[in-house]
């Protein structure tokens, strides 16, 4: 069965985008999944379509309207009734691969996406719409943000990535950042693959990948240390490293 992707936005010629090329748009060729996008200004009532308007007690930018927010949402929630309705705004709780894995799993997802200063709140206080941000950073639009939250979902659809076991180790997947990857040559500017990962040693393989994947974690993302602990998994050679 397809996973359909609705998205709400005054950007729909953004759509499929990147999302049309290489693994992604392979999967949706092939009917993995699907994409439509609702052009919020067709929910205007006004002769000038506005969606926007000035923030109540003041301050730069534009604020969109919870009434033609709420009437497109509706549409949406209408359409795909079982889809999760996500919004992109760098006020939502964070992306996580938790929950990236959490949506693919289920029915699809609507993703409504934000443009000028922010949304009117009273549409999240009147729609089940979870708001959902990629980082600690301001886009001009939430078109990007769902872009990269969709491209995370469709590679873990079955069927999408090569070989089954390819998203088990790599990044978060454990809750630490993924070993790092070498390939041929075999010395390239006088550096040269670590001489264990050459040695044919499955265990011991498997072994330095651990003790790589947890240093690089604490130097690069202590965060991740911090929230889930040294040794969520025992290590894939069995043994728990206590540091
Ligand atoms: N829109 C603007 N910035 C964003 C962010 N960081 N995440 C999600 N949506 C956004």
Redesign the pocket.
Known sequence: MSWPATILTLYPEMFPGPLGASLAGRAMRDGIWSLDTVQIRDFATDKHRSVDDTPAGGGAGMVMRADVLGTAVDHVLAKAPDAPLLA???R?QP?TQDLVRTLAAGPGVSIL??RFEGIDERLFEARPIVP???????????EM?AMTLLDACVRLLPGVMGAASSGEEESFETGLLEYPHYTRPVTWEGRTIPEVLRSGDHAKIAQWRAERARADTRSRRPDLIARHGDARRPSPSGARHED
């Open positions: 992109m705004t760098p939502g992306l996406c934000g959902v941000s990629i980082g600690d950073y301001v886009l001009s639009g939430g943000a």
